[in-house]
């Protein structure tokens, strides 16, 4: 998701207290942010920000923070938290690329990937949040019991999904093609691209995985 240029979206971002910009400052040190020690649980790839508002707003127990690449994208989910009063939430604006700069070695408890960009040319592969260099990163910054948490309703990109996890010796804990009509359905916090895709008879394929 790429919206028009927002103008003054920077300034609004570097603004708003919620956004952490000296994100490298706070790498091994992101419970010194939220001044406290509970678990950390990041979504990457957060767009206009419903799903992580909304795991904010139901576990005051766990600290989460919103990551996305665009500043256009990320003052849509500023928006949304006008009204949040918690304080277990926080963004940042960076390329999940440079994620193992940001977060030390099994700082993270759990990451949440929802409707990543599919790249659908095989030559932008690399691109996708899913393949296997990706996975590394994840290992490094993930504590060993924690998970990563995918889903999508791009089957393509869902099948390339399940072959780099395990070509990465990553294990599957949980794979849906139908996550909707399961009894998981019950626990699940809509994504704004869940919405709209499930609204389109689309089946949201979800996987869990953990080394
Ligand atoms: N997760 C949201 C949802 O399910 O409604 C948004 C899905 S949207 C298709 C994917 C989002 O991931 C876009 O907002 C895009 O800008 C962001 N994104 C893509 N690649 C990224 C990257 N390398 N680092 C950070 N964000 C990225």
Not at 77 to 106: Q, S, W
Request: aromatic fraction near 10%.
């Amino acid at each position: 998701m790429r919206l028009r240029n927002v103008k003054g979206s920077r300034e609004t971002i570097a603004a708003n207290p919620l956004v952490i910009c000296d994100i490298t400052e706070k790498k091994g040190q992101w419970h010194e942010v939220f001044e406290n020690s509970k678990p950390l649980y990041i979504e990457i790839g957060m767009g206009k920000g419903q799903f992580i508002l909304e795991m904010a707003r139901r576990n005051a127990d766990k600290n989460f923070i919103g990551i996305e690449k665009y500043s256009s994208v990320l003052v849509r989910a500023l928006e949304k938290c006008e009204t949040f009063e918690g304080d277990n939430l926080r963004f940042i604006r960076m390329d999940a690329e440079k994620i193992t700069e940001v977060f030390a070695r099994h700082e993270v408890d759990g990451i949440y990937l929802n409707f990543s960009d599919p790249w659908p040319k095989d030559r932008h592969a690399k691109r996708r949040l899913t393949y296997r260099d990706y996975w590394s990163r994840y290992n490094e910054i993930l504590k060993p019991e924690g998970e990563v948490i995918f889903k999508t309703d791009n089957r393509p990109l869902f099948d390339f999904s399940l072959e780099e996890v395990q070509a990465a010796g990553w294990e599957l804990t949980d794979v849906t093609c139908d996550l909707h009509h399961s009894p998981a359905v019950e626990d699940n916090v809509m994504t704004e691209y869940e919405a709209k895709f499930s609204a389109l008879g689309n089946p949201i394929h979800r996987l869990i995985a953990r080394r």
